[in-house]
């Protein structure tokens, strides 16, 4: 291959002439001119000047354009991508290829499990942006995100997917400012926007609003509708891209849960975990004060997070209030009426308990950490909101474990004071912590405790203590009425849960029954590399 400079020459030398046309080699040479034309000489020196001096700016150019090509040839990273081959308007259903980040961290499972401090992939950005994939849009998707942090976040993945799959134009989502929380919070205060449009521009535009011409109309007519839940990409393709077709601009008012966990092409499933870890990232701010949360917890050697869902919109609405005195169940129950939107009004809680549907107590929670042999120097940190019942109801956790912490403890009033009456935007600081601990162990198998266990599996298996509340329950209660000593008690417990500690499995699938199988985002098994285990399905 001929060298990059001499190439170059001989593009130089092939250059065209003043007039635009390419200079012909002259058959005979060019006299030389008489004295008497100086002046016009000192005119065609200019000239030539002028030519040698554009050659080279020219050929500087192109060098440089050359070499950055090179470079980003040989060292520019880029997030997964799925192939850009993909029919219009839908995909094929056979996905093919391992996720590159998936496979890094399913390999890392094979060698040693990963503690380290802040996520890896999911915080390296691309040094250039992505070549934006060129289509015909069907039209533009407008969504608005309805319940706390993580169940929005699930969603805006869900919705990323479905907008790429029918070819659409998403518009920034909207999030729940009329919830329980009342958080005011838009898009731009929780995730990096610019960083969510870019880093998925090789797969589907994402605009920060509808173009003007749309405004009047959706104002006029607007079309607006909630998609049915678990859905296949049959419905949407069959029933939702016609609507769009119609109307140019479809929103969707409800967004939880609106994407089946199973049965969904590979490469449906894969752009799912693409958006959750490396499209969806939190704020600048919020990241560096999660990663100052992270420094001062490492300084202390490994810690455990606790996700101790016992706040009380979680007692009201899940009528769960056992170990609450008969003046706080009152004031559950009337809050819980309080709410219109919240259809379960009669619940019988000690059933719900018996059945290992409840959150575990504070009190509870206390003999299963002791019994699953954590020590009173455990640092464990306190992932949630208020706790109802205050320090009261921590004193029995706080006196078996006196390194108990909180981000208020943590960080100063001044640092927080931002983040005070937007709990989303604090619940991305204990998200944050939660991924990044040595440890993991929810209360209650709630939003948050699957979205941070799926997004553990994601980052190299961390472990994850994902406990048996059913089982759990009914040791208690034996304990509690002396029917089993503590040795029995802590051997029982510790047994229940020696596969429940975050390694790779498969999803169990009940096919019917989406609300009682394994959710998606909590063990996202397609991006995690070949697991050498049987899909677990459920007949009923």
């Known amino acids: 291959m001929r060298p990059l400079r001499a190439w170059v020459r001989g593009v130089g030398g092939a250059m065209a002439d003043d007039g635009g046309r390419p200079r012909k080699k002259p058959s005979s040479p060019t006299p030389t001119p008489p004295p008497t034309a100086a002046r016009g000489g000192g005119r065609g020196r200019r000239r030539g000047g002028l030519r040698r001096w554009a050659l080279r700016v020219g050929t500087s150019a192109l060098l440089w354009t050359a070499l950055m090509q090179l470079a980003s040839i040989s060292g520019a990273w880029r997030p997964p991508r799925l192939p850009t081959s993909w029919p219009s308007p839908c995909f094929d259903r056979h996905g093919r290829g391992p996720n590159a980040t998936a496979s890094a961290a399913a390999a890392a499972v094979l060698g040693e499990e990963e503690g380290g401090g802040a996520l890896r992939s999911s915080h390296s950005s691309p040094p250039a942006l992505l070549p934006r994939r060129v289509y015909k849009s069907n039209g533009y998707l407008r969504v608005s995100c309805n319940g706390g942090l993580n169940q929005m976040r699930a969603a805006i993945c869900d919705m990323v997917t479905v907008a790429r799959y029918l070819n659409l134009t998403l518009v920034i989502p909207e999030l729940d400012k009329t919830s329980f929380w009342a958080d005011p919070s838009d898009f731009g205060d929780i995730f990096d926007v610019n960083h969510f449009i870019n880093s998925l521009r090789d797969e589907i535009k994402i605009v920060k609003g509808l173009p003007q011409k749309f405004i009047g109309k959706i104002a006029k007519e607007p079309f607006s509708m909630p998609p049915i839940s678990w859905s296949s990409e049959r419905y949407y393709l069959k029933q939702i891209l016609p609507l769009i077709r119609k109307h140019r601009v479809i929103h969707f008012n409800k967004t939880d849960a609106r994407l089946a966990n199973n049965g969904l092409a590979v490469k449906l499933q894969r752009l799912r975990c693409r958006v959750n870890y490396e499209a969806i990232r939190f704020t600048p701010q919020i990241e560096a004060l999660g990663n100052k949360l992270l420094s001062i917890l490492r300084r202390s050697g490994p810690f455990v997070v606790l996700h101790l869902r016992y706040e009380m919109d979680m007692l009201a609405f899940s009528g769960c209030t056992h170990g609450c005195s008969d003046k706080e169940t009152e004031e559950l129950t009337r809050m819980r009426y309080a709410y219109p939107w919240w259809k379960e009004k009669e619940i019988d809680s000690e059933k719900k308990r018996l059945e290992g549907l409840c959150p575990l107590t504070p009190e509870e929670i206390t003999l299963v950490l002791r019994a699953l042999g954590f020590t009173r120097d455990t640092l464990i940190y306190i992932a949630s909101g208020e706790i109802y019942g205050g320090d009261r109801r921590l004193a029995t956790l706080r006196a078996a474990f006196p390194k108990i912490v909180r ?112 959710y998606f985002y909590a063990n996202p098994q397609e991006c995690l590399g070949h697991l050498k285990t049987t899909t677990r399905t459920f007949l009923l």
């Open 407 to 518: 981000k208020e403890m943590l960080l100063s009033p001044d640092e927080l004071r931002p983040f005070h009456n937007h709990s989303t935007q604090m619940a991305a600081l204990d998200y944050l912590v939660s991924v990044a601990s040595d440890i993991f162990i929810p209360s209650y198998d709630g939003n948050m405790a699957r979205v941070v266990e799926g997004h553990r599996r994601y980052v190299g298996f961390r472990k994850t203590i994902l406990l048996d509340k059913k089982q759990l329950v009914e040791l208690l209660d034996l304990l509690k009425d002396g029917k089993l000593s503590w040795a029995e008690f802590s051997a029982a417990v510790k047994d229940i849960h020696k596969d429940r500690m975050g390694q790779p499995t498969r999803r169990k699938v009940i096919p019917g029954r989406p609300k009682e199988e394994d």
